[in-house]
């Protein structure tokens, strides 16, 4: 069982920065894919960013390109997702997931734990 914790969503404007960062409880974090998804108010829980075991593998939402990165460091055992000139569309509630194997995936099903979630709103 691996247990994810989100921390660092909140309020900002249209055009502002936040990082968020998903902790993880198992120390064999580094053997597993990673990602980042979001939901919005009446919306599917959609992909937004992944990465793999080691790093060397990510996959980005069209939506968020150039915009959003994603990073991982596995001695801290924490994914982090830094989202820069951020949009109203970008407000919704953002999960971080992990995957019992070390390839980065985009599917939501490929993903075996999830965190509680952590609210991201940007304002106009």
């Known amino acids: 069982q691996v247990q994810l914790v989100e921390s660092g969503g909140g309020l900002v404007q249209s055009g502002g920065s936040l990082k968020l960062s998903c902790a993880a409880s198992?120390?064999?974090?580094?053997?597993?894919?990673m990602g980042w998804f979001r939901q919005a108010p009446g919306k599917e829980r959609e992909f937004v960013v992944s990465?793999?075991?080691?790093?060397?593998?990510?996959y980005y939402a069209d939506s968020v390109k150039g915009r959003f990165t994603i990073s991982r460091d596995n001695a801290k055992n924490t994914v982090y997702l830094q989202m820069n000139s951020l949009k109203p569309e970008d407000t919704a509630v953002y999960y971080c997931a992990a995957r019992s194997g070390p390839a980065a995936k985009v599917i939501r099903e490929e993903y075996d734990y999830w965190g509680q979630g952590t609210q991201v709103t940007v304002s106009s």
């Open positions: 198992r120390r064999t974090f580094s053997a597993y894919g």
């Open positions: 990465i793999s075991s080691s790093g060397s593998t990510t």
